[in-house]
């Protein structure tokens, strides 16, 4: 038996994290305490030098390795960019939040690197074996950033609530991929697309086939409590609000991305010619998740609740453009999934700017007067809240409309009606934000204290999001060359 060395570099990005993640945790044992900045600095450096090496050998076309479980393509290269992007502002915001908390540790950034190597396995998955390797590596390490604070009942609550809830997804996803691999033969998402529509052509597709149909079930099952779609989107707002806002801050950014993926790879990619059955399914859950997330939401007097649930109208949303089934919908969705991923980094960075020792400010009312306190981030908050909402000319705002867009093109115009009538209802609790910093005393006073770098990223983060709402071009061209074959 010949062994063939594989071509290990379409992974070097994958593998100079995982060596830099083992190098971090190694360096980290032998700090004291007020040595920490070191492993911080460490943390960043990785997330830049995995951008070089994404860089560097970006992709002019398809490229597989490791016997065709993993591919390496402009849509996997795009996507982890912003993956690092987003995790390395995340990083920055939570530096001067851990320390005035007691929790600045190396696990949190040692472990946050794992979870970003989970991420790019992930977006570069081209087997379920893959795929679930990914997924799996990801999901623990967010279970356990979610219990770091080990001291706290409501982070312990929603460590296990996300880790059990979490599981049982896990469980329905391998159950319906083993159901794929029963009725095609393979694991190799290729494969399985093309032994799935041979199926369809010979007239045995999912409409003849029970257990295709019941594959598809438990595989979208898995997908959607992932993204955190209704009706399986109840440990968003639990876990949202009972971890620290530091870890809240990262699982509402960079995983959404990595979940964006694998919806990608296994919907599209692997099951793309069953597109008749699983859009009426995505119809449903995209209703749903609207609906759900958007009226829920008013009802809510904590911030980082009600973000949780605007992040179930923004899954529902962006589940628009898939269920179009076209290209334009898939690179509006790409480009729905980065913007989201920008604006929710910097409602949750807000958060964290607000706050102080022995004070969190995720209730709505800590935000009252906010223009008095500081005109400036009242300003960058406006900014943010206009653009979840969907006003022009802000990022949001251009997400929205090249999903309603790829719908309209669909021919499913009364759905792209009912998206904007719940935009509308949803821009109810973003308004509200506004009123509370312009139009109310604050409850207090107190100056803002955040750190030099904090304050710089945040008015970064705003003002990116009005000018790629002003300047959408490059962005949407990005996505679209991304997902071009």
Same mark, same amino acid.
């Given at each position: 038996?010949? =062994? ?24 980290? !044992?032998?700090? %004291? ?16 030098? /995995?951008?070089?090496?994404? *860089? ?9 390795? =490791? ?37 600045? &540790? ?13 991420? $790019?396995?992930?977006?570069?998955? +081209?087997?379920? #074996? ?56 393979? *694991? ?35 997908? $959607? =409590? &992932? ?5 399986? +989107? $109840? ?5 949202? +609000? ?13 995983? &959404?991305?990595? /979940? ?12 793309? +010619? ?30 980082? %609740? ?13 589940? !628009? ?19 989201? @991923? ?5 409602? =949750?960075?807000?958060?964290?700017? #607000? ?48 999903? #309603? ?29 506004? &009123? ?17 770098? $904090? ?7 705003? !003002? ?9 071009? @490059?962005? #949407? ?9």
């Amino acid at each position: 038996m010949n =062994f063939v060395m594989p071509n290990f570099a379409p992974a070097i990005p994958e593998i100079f994290v995982l060596s830099m993640a083992c190098l971090v945790l190694i360096v980290d !044992l032998f700090l %004291r305490e007020d040595n920490r900045i070191i492993t911080y600095l460490l943390t960043q450096a990785t997330l830049l030098g /995995a951008a070089i090496f994404t *860089l560097a050998s970006y992709p002019d076309q398809l490229t597989l390795t =490791f016997s065709d479980t993993f591919v390496r393509d402009r849509m996997g290269d795009v996507l982890k960019m912003f993956i690092y992007l987003v995790t390395a502002v995340v990083f920055l915001y939570s530096r001067e939040y851990l320390r005035t908390r007691q929790l600045y &540790k190396g696990e949190y950034f040692v472990v946050g690197l794992f979870a970003v190597l989970g991420m $790019m396995v992930l977006v570069s998955a +081209h087997s379920l #074996l893959t795929v679930y390797l990914g997924l799996e590596l990801l999901s623990l390490s967010l279970y356990t950033m979610v219990a770091m604070r080990r001291d706290s009942l409501e982070a312990s609550e929603a460590a296990m609530k996300y880790f059990v809830l979490g599981a049982l997804a896990s469980g329905l996803l391998l159950y319906g991929m083993s159901m794929l691999y029963g009725v095609t033969g393979t *694991l190799d998402i290729a494969q399985i697309s093309a032994a799935v529509a041979h199926s369809v052509q010979a007239g045995q597709g999912a409409g003849t086939n029970v257990v295709l149909v019941f594959a598809l079930v438990f595989i979208i099952i898995g997908v $959607m =409590f &992932k993204l955190g779609a209704a009706p399986f +989107h $109840m440990w968003i707002p639990d876990v949202y +609000h009972g971890a620290p806002t530091s870890v809240t801050l990262f699982i509402a950014g960079a995983p &959404k991305i990595a /979940a964006f993926a694998m919806l990608m790879r296994l919907m599209v990619e692997g099951l793309g +010619h069953l597109h008749v059955q699983w859009q009426d399914m995505l119809i449903i859950l995209s209703v749903l998740s609207m609906a759900v997330g958007n009226i829920i939401a008013i009802a809510q007097a904590n911030l980082k %609740r009600m973000l949780a649930y605007s992040t179930i109208a923004h899954v529902g949303f962006l589940l !628009l453009g898939v269920l179009s089934g076209s290209q334009l919908g898939y690179s509006a969705a790409m480009f729905y999934i980065i913007a989201y @991923a920008i604006m929710s980094i910097g409602g =949750f960075g807000m958060i964290i700017l #607000l706050g102080r020792t022995g004070f969190e400010a995720d209730r709505l009312d800590d935000f009252k007067g906010l223009n008095q306190r500081s005109p400036w981030f009242a300003f960058m908050m406006l900014i943010l809240m206009f653009s979840m909402a969907g006003v022009p000319p802000t990022l949001g705002f251009y997400a929205k409309l090249s999903v #309603l867009q790829a719908v309209v093109h669909a021919d499913l115009v009364w759905l792209a009606a009912f998206a904007v009538l719940l935009s509308v209802i949803g821009a109810f609790y973003y308004l509200r934000i506004i &009123k509370l910093m312009y139009f109310d005393q604050p409850e207090d006073a107190t100056p803002l204290d955040a750190s030099l770098d $904090m304050r710089v990223a945040m008015t970064a983060n705003g !003002l990116a999001v009005l000018a790629l709402g002003i300047f959408p071009g @490059a962005l #949407l061209a990005l996505c679209a060359g991304a997902l071009s074959r």
